[in-house]
């Protein structure tokens, strides 16, 4: 049996580059030891806010590689391997599973558009076929306002059916509480983990095991209390600030803002690149942010703000 | 300077699998023969008909290896070479101009949604400069159904601005005539091609060079027959019987139903084999297809219906 992924708080952990745009190594390890120590139970490096898709399937072997190098439990990581080109997929979650991680996080092929279920299963099924692994755990990735593919109810029960073991969970972006929920109650051990801290507490209590959100590159001290706090009367209040702090953030583009913030915590400039189409945040945006951000409640375990 | 890409009928050409879902490179290099032979001025290989974005940057290149080397003149493909990473899109770009070829057709960098004009003017500049070679020229893909990534005036503008020799012409997927003909005044010289030969003589007549389609992979000998007869007073009646196809066509999944037409026509079986999420088209489906093709005018120019 693997190390299963944890519970708790998750970052969708920001890659860091230098200026020509190129993978900063050491940086990406810091970044991710810093939210290990600071709130986070575990990381979800190459999904949507690390810009996976903005990477060759080597540049992303490689930046999995750095964090296992440098000490990262790898079954703290919930890694995204996804792509639109199925062998691409089984290289990324065989490599994944080779180093042991807790899990992967699968976008469902993602170019074409109004796919068939059988043809969304067809994909999964084929990479699980191929990897072969009795220790892979998939946790489906379900954003459809980014990936244009939504994964369906009779999808889930389809591949949970085939997959028991295999299916382990999903990470749900669509901002849809109510889904979440309707997933956690009819697929019983099956982790929904909230794709937003927004909905921290409420997945908890709701059975889930805790959130994996881009925010919490930032929030993750403050998201690390609300989940220690959970059982406890000052919980709500916890939460109530947290979900101030990211619906500030929300009303910026994430990964451009999330990194301006991350270069003015480390005093890293060069934490501000991004790849196309991303575009760094102008500096008037970033001191916007900044100054709304410090108004609110929660601004005091807001490192370096 | 380069050879240019012909004005005319393109198909954006299937790519046949083997049942183990690689790509057959015989029976491709035959399609493609088949096509130039049958109404076809030029073909876009590695398009979304081609499921290129279900293919490995690898098998990418080795599918255009495959035709350069079958002997299929390099001026009159237009290859599809833009992914969701750019260094991907710069890789591909490179081979594809190394093999002398009259195009390349970019998506803009699909997965991430709302970006801005300056981000994928950002994705396509860091393309060209990569690049680097006065022999590019570069057809935008406009897709936004699939792609999620619509391609708006302004960019073009400045795009034509900066690279008034690379930046050659579009394929417009988007079904918009009106825009197809609105890009076509706006910008002397800029070559539009419709994603449809329901447009050709429409585009044709707006000053535009031809169309690209999915459907040309078996209209093809139609549509050759109205872009010869352009200037002539039957190309009415001609487009007329080739809409009627186009429609019918249209009402079914394009790339099973393609695959299992060229099938028929070929006797091959493996024909029918798709890479997930596509799904291969039931048979109760291809015998309706086939009925209704059969009912049309333009039936006859049908190879082996």
């Known amino acids: 049996m693997p190390v299963e ?23 990406f390890a810091e970044h991710c030891r810093w939210l290990l120590a ?24 490689q930046a999995l590689d750095t964090l296992v190098e440098a000490g990262i439990p790898a079954h703290r990581l919930l890694v995204g391997t996804g792509c639109c080109a199925v062998p691409d997929t089984i290289a990324l979650t065989r490599h994944a599973v080779e180093h042991g991680v807790g899990g992967t996080l699968l976008l469902p092929p993602f170019y074409y558009k109004n796919v068939s279920d059988d043809g969304l299963f067809a994909a999964f099924d084929q990479v699980i076929q191929a ?10 990735y379900h954003f459809p306002q980014m990936s244009g593919v939504p994964i369906g109810q009779e999808l889930i029960a389809r ?21 979440m929920r309707a997933n956690l109650q009819a697929f019983p051990g099956f982790r929904v983990f909230a794709g937003t801290e927004r909905y921290l507490l409420a997945t908890l209590r709701a059975g889930g095991p805790g959130c994996i959100s881009a925010t919490t590159n930032v929030t993750a001290p403050l998201a690390g209390q609300v989940f220690a706090r959970r059982g406890w009367p000052d919980a709500d209040g916890l939460q109530e600030q947290l979900t101030a702090l990211r619906m500030t953030l929300e009303a910026f583009p994430p990964i451009p803002a999330l990194k301006a913030l991350a270069a ?16 760094p945040l102008a500096a008037a945006r970033l001191d916007e942010l900044v100054e709304k951000l410090a108004s609110l409640a929660g601004a005091d375990t807001l490192e370096g703000l």
Chains 1, 2 share one sequence.
Not at 5 to 27: K, N, Y
Not at 174 to 179: A, K, Q, W
């Open 5 to 27: 992924l944890p519970d708790g708080v998750f970052a969708a952990a920001l890659t860091p580059l230098h200026p020509d745009r190129s993978i900063d190594h050491p940086r």
């Open 264 to 279: 003015r915590r480390t005093g890293h400039a060069d934490w501000r690149t991004v790849r196309p189409p991303q575009v």
């Open 38 to 61: 600071n709130g986070c139970d575990g990381l979800a490096p190459m999904g949507t806010t690390g810009e996976a898709n903005s990477f060759t399937v080597t540049e992303r072997m």
């Open 159 to 179: 591949l949970r059916q085939a997959y028991p073991d295999t299916l382990a969970g999903m990470k749900d972006s669509s901002g849809d509480f109510e889904y």
């Open 131 to 140: 990897v072969g692994a009795a220790r892979l755990r998939i946790y489906l």
